[in-house]
């Protein structure tokens, strides 16, 4: 049996949906795949826990629980103050699983997170798009350098396997990739389309239901999905800036705009487009045609086309929900835990 010391850093949604979903399946999993996967760290923005010998899926059900930054009130084992360092010569976790919330003005404090545990000799699994959005280069060469593994697939459709099926592609030559990349403004729209409801209601209606931020400015101004294209970039090789993607706010959009589509035969959608033979990038108000199959894409479903010098593929799933994205982290942990040597 293999075992796996995991330390999770960021204790939000997704990291609660993430310790959740492992105490569950962790006994299926051991006995499935060989591996047992220990969580001997877990840190919210306030304090940490840490226990060496791995908590048990009693006490990680049970640290689910607790009050938003509350983990330092946590019984013996917790504290207040988070400090990486400490998390590592106590704990000494050989994955890192950084699930900080993304800062795209810094990149903080994922980025040193990140690097700080490849230095130490852990593998890197991550659904924080500001790192990679902003030193890509960096945090893949220290990874390369010291032979470990940084797994990032529930940064793009977290609920799908695109960005696993895009690295695949190796022999292809990736002239578009287009699509609908985020959820929040998706599901918007789709409410001022549906049930006719202005902007405004349509994002009351998105807060109450958990699907947009209280703060939804990295949705509705696009660049949530203008970092997803940044990642798209990097793994197929043709690396833009965030800073020169074309970007326009979803919030211009009018019911009367909606109307007046829909009767000329067309569906509002918010599509986020990197053309490499140009090599520019949007995210943009887009009428499209009832027909065409961005229109058929509703509710907090994405959808991206991949067009390729030799094929066209479609994906539709699931995006960023807490539980799809904490499940592609696993698979990430899974991964590494099967193949990493550290």
Do not use: W
Not at 49 to 61: A, F, N, R, T
Not at 161 to 185: C, Q, R, W, Y
Request: with cysteine; charged share 25%; aromatic share 6%.
């Amino acid at each position: 049996m293999k075992s796996v010391n995991v330390a999770v850093v960021g204790f939000g949604n997704v990291g609660r949906a993430f310790v959740k979903t492992l105490a569950l399946k962790r006994k299926t999993l051991s006995e499935k795949y060989g591996i047992n996967i220990n969580v001997v760290a877990i840190a919210d923005s306030k304090g940490m826990v840490i226990k060496p010998s791995g908590l048990d899926d009693y006490e990680m059900l049970k640290l689910c629980e607790v009050p938003r930054s509350g983990i330092h009130m946590f019984g013996s084992y917790a504290k207040q103050g988070v400090d990486i360092a400490e998390i590592y010569d106590k704990a000494a976790p050989n994955i890192h699983v950084e699930l900080t919330p993304a800062n795209y003005a810094t990149g903080e404090p994922g980025y040193t997170n990140i690097v700080f545990a490849l230095k130490r000799g852990a593998h890197v699994v991550t659904a924080n798009k500001a790192p990679l959005v902003l030193y890509y280069r960096e945090i893949v060469e220290e990874a390369r350098i010291r032979r470990l593994m940084i797994k990032f697939r529930a940064t793009v459709m977290g609920g799908t396997p695109f960005l696993e099926m895009l690295s695949s592609m190796k022999s292809h030559d990736i002239e578009k990739v287009e699509g609908i990349l985020n959820a929040t403004t998706n599901y918007i729209l789709t409410e001022m389309h549906e049930n006719l409801l202005d902007f405004e209601q349509a994002l009351r209606k998105a807060q109450a239901l958990g699907i947009a931020e209280a703060d939804p400015s990295l949705d509705i101004e696009g660049f949530d999905a203008a970092a997803k294209l940044v990642i798209i970039s990097y793994v197929i090789g043709k690396p833009i800036n965030i800073s020169s993607i074309y970007r326009e706010s979803v919030a211009q959009i009018s019911l009367k705009d909606v109307l007046d589509a829909v009767k000329q035969g067309h569906v509002i959608k918010y599509v986020a487009t990197l053309d490499t033979q140009k090599m520019v990038a949007s995210v943009k108000i887009e009428k499209v045609p009832r027909d065409n199959v961005f229109a058929q894409i509703n509710g907090t479903l994405n959808g991206v086309r991949i067009k390729s010098d030799a094929t066209e593929l479609f994906f539709i799933g699931r995006g960023g929900g807490r539980i799809e994205t904490a499940h592609t982290v696993l698979d990430d942990v899974i991964e590494v835990a099967l193949r990493g040597s550290a």
